[in-house]
């Protein structure tokens, strides 16, 4: 698959640090300290990531070093074993994410800032947060919880979710998430797998001015969990708010304690110190079918990986402030926490972003001195469509960088950030995952921004892009590859035994490389394009295509708000190629607007994938952390019965596979299989 890096504005330069922004930088701060005390001499980026790949011993050590990591025993051998599956990272070695994570505790500023829907912020200082920590964590001890146990949520994004996280993470038991929009057959496929011996839970929660009644969905999830021996209850909106014209008393669930009890008593702080490899928490893969991969992260792993990506690559420095849109059910909420390790203050915010206008985020973050914003691109996508402009809003004078992850950015939403939010802003879009709990391709402060393009490789990160033959490739679009180990790598999947489904997941087309399932072009200068899945890429007459390249013309268009397309080529089927379009709201597809579509796709991206058929709907299917739903669309219009494609529970719209339900049996009538 070939692509032009130079058509429909991709690589214009939009914005360069300046030479004091970039001396300013940890990244900066870091290759000079590889100089000065390592003789490790790099002139540019891209030579000290070459260096960090080839040398990775060295280099993971140096993260340890730089950043004096809490822990104990020699840093050597780094690698006890270095095959890919199986990497043993620093095996003598024992630590603890929480005590590295209150090392970086300040009297002046604050550790947690919380917005919700329905109170007004609050803030939590890093002493209100270590005592509260320290207090649940003597309270789980208490009740016999300790290293390895699973401990399970069902909250909101909320100081109490991080709260129990990190009194999770200091006794070595292992944390796991779901977010309590998730129903409880999504929870259930993940929970059941781990058995967890504790639940947090919060009885309700706020979202779009609406208050969201959770009591009945934890019953039914303890009902299914008789590994639950305690369910704490985070009292909710319908339980706190006097306004509230439900409020009720807390729910009757059985074996329930109460959250203020939990943190009642003060205790010392303790952390056990764990082996490097120790599981921190389990996450999931989006689970639209099936059972969801549970994925199992290291102490060490998360620990060095979030403080090369949080201080390096995202430059956050003490008294900076990250906001990170996405639910706790999403990577970026654990991705966010390893602000905490740079000194910096997370800012959690809990409900509609849009609430009660669409201004209000952005007022929000002017208000609180925000200076990285994290989003998922449809966020930024649709702002641009609803005209919105930040910065008529507020000053945001303390904003200087926007990470973008979730899908690509296209190129008109860059120009649109630059012009509606801010023109001296570091705007980075970032791709990377659950499965490695941070970045592949991510951002750098001392590099340049060009439309459409992600700025580098992350250090340590060995991403190359692989064709067919498996050769590597650049300005050609290949699989995106990881060719040598890194710590956050899952150290493995919940009962896989013998590693057979993580071998299958990663390292089955290419055996010793990793994988990753996303089709990926290297430029020259080293920048990279993600264009969509590899498992959804459309093959049409012989030519290969990435979903992206076909969303981002089609949604260039002003009246067209979202897309998405698949192809219907199997077992001998020839080509059928449908696009489903969300207008504008009044907007009806017409011939004429039908045509400009297709035109737009015709001279922007392929010839020969312009659709068979242009269609309008109300909206496009999409998983709990927003990505549309492709593969399971095209599942459905190839005849599997709706039940098997997806689950309501793991989307976030699950009303929208209607209409794909009646589309696909309209299919059947009008293209029989093998026809």
């Known amino acids: 698959m070939q692509a032009d890096a130079s058509s429909d504005g991709y690589g214009q330069l939009l914005w360069t640090p300046s030479a004091e922004q970039a001396a300013a930088s940890r990244m ?25 790949i080839e040398d990775i011993d060295r280099f993971w050590s140096s993260i340890w070093t730089y950043f004096d990591v809490l822990g104990e025993g020699p840093l050597t051998p780094m690698l006890g074993q270095r095959e890919m599956p199986g990497a043993q990272w620093f095996p003598n070695t024992r630590l603890n994410y929480a005590e ?102 919060t009885d309700s929660y706020s979202y779009n001015g609406k208050q969201h009644d959770r009591a009945p969905q934890v019953d039914e999830l303890l009902a299914a969990l008789p590994s639950v ?32 009890d939990a ?13 490097f490899d120790h599981p921190l928490w389990i996450v999931y893969s989006s689970g639209t079918t099936g059972l969801p991969k ?57 409900g509609n972003p849009n609430w009660p206008d669409t201004g209000a985020l952005w007022r929000f973050i002017d208000e609180q001195r925000v200076s990285h914003l994290g989003c998922g691109a449809a966020y930024l996508i649709a702002a641009k469509k609803d005209g919105l402009r930040p910065r008529d809003i507020g ?41 490695i709990a941070s970045g592949f391709v991510a951002c750098a402060p001392t590099l340049p921004v060009h439309a459409g393009e992600i700025q580098c490789a992350e250090l340590g990160v060995a991403a190359f892009a692989f064709n067919d033959a498996g050769q590597p490739v650049v300005d050609e679009v290949g699989e995106l590859v990881i060719t040598q180990p890194m710590p956050s790598m899952p150290v493995r999947f919940w009962n896989d035994e013998g590693g057979r489904r993580y071998r299958e ?9 990793w994988r990753h399932g996303d089709w990926i072009r290297f430029t020259p200068r080293h920048t990279s394009v993600i264009y969509g899945r590899s498992d959804s890429t459309i093959n049409r007459f012989g030519i290969r295509m990435g979903t992206a390249e076909i969303y981002r013309v089609v949604e260039e268009l002003p009246e067209v708000r979202d897309s998405l397309v698949v192809d219907l080529e199997y077992l001998g089927r020839p080509s059928f190629m449908p696009l489903f379009v969300v207008l504008q709201p009044g907007l009806t597809l017409d011939d004429a607007l039908r045509q400009r579509i297709t035109e737009q796709i015709r001279s922007k991206a392929s010839s020969r994938h312009v659709p068979n058929e242009v269609v309008q709907v109300d909206d496009i299917p999409r998983t709990l952390s927003g990505k549309k739903m492709e593969v399971p669309v095209r599942k459905l219009l190839l005849g599997t019965a709706a039940e098997k494609v997806a689950s309501p529970d793991a989307m976030q719209n699950p009303a929208s596979l209607g209409f794909f339900v009646a589309y696909a049996a309209r299919l059947a009538s009008v293209l029989p299989s093998g026809a």
Not at 31 to 50: C, D, F, K, P, V
Not at 189 to 199: H, M, S, T, V
């Open 505 to 513: 997941s990663y390292f089955e087309t290419f055996p010793g490389v």
């Open 395 to 435: 000053a945001l004078t303390q904003l200087r960088a926007i990470n973008v992850t979730g899908s690509p950015l296209p190129v008109d939403a860059y120009h649109w950030a630059y012009e509606a939010i801010k023109p001296d802003l570091w705007l980075a879009s970032i791709s990377g995952g659950t499965d």
């Open 100 to 201: 590295n994570i209150f090392r970086q505790a300040s009297t002046e500023r604050p550790a947690l800032i919380a917005r919700s829907e329905d109170a007004p912020p609050r803030e939590l200082s890093w002493a209100e947060l270590e005592r509260d920590t320290a207090a649940l964590a003597a309270f789980l001890r208490a009740r016999g919880i300790g290293p390895g146990d699973r401990v399970a949520s069902y909250m909101p994004n909320r100081p109490e979710t991080v709260i129990a996280f990190l009194a999770c993470a200091s006794i070595g038991a292992i944390w796991s998430s779901c977010a309590p929009d998730m129903g409880p057959t999504v929870v259930l496929d993940r929970l059941r797998q781990i058995e967890p011996r504790l639940l947090f839970a």
């Open 28 to 52: 900066a701060d870091y290759q000079a300290w590889l100089a000065r005390e390592h003789g490790i001499h790099t002139t540019s980026y891209h030579e000290l990531w070459r260096w960090s």
């Open 229 to 260: 021996r305690h369910v704490v209850q985070v009292p909710g909106p319908l339980q706190t708010l006097a306004s509230s014209p439900a409020r009720r008393a807390a729910p009757s669930w059985r074996d329930r304690l109460d959250w203020a």
């Open 263 to 275: 943190i009642a008593t003060p205790a010392e702080p303790r952390y056990e110190r764990v082996p």
């Open 294 to 350: 549970a994925m199992l992260h290291s102490h060490g792993g998360v620990v060095l990986t979030h403080l090369k990506t949080c201080a390096l690559q995202h430059d956050l420095r003490p008294g900076d402030r990250l906001l990170f849109l996405g639910s706790t059910g999403w990577i970026v909420w654990n991705f966010q926490l390893g602000a905490l390790f740079t000194g910096a203050s997370i800012v959690l915010y809990d």
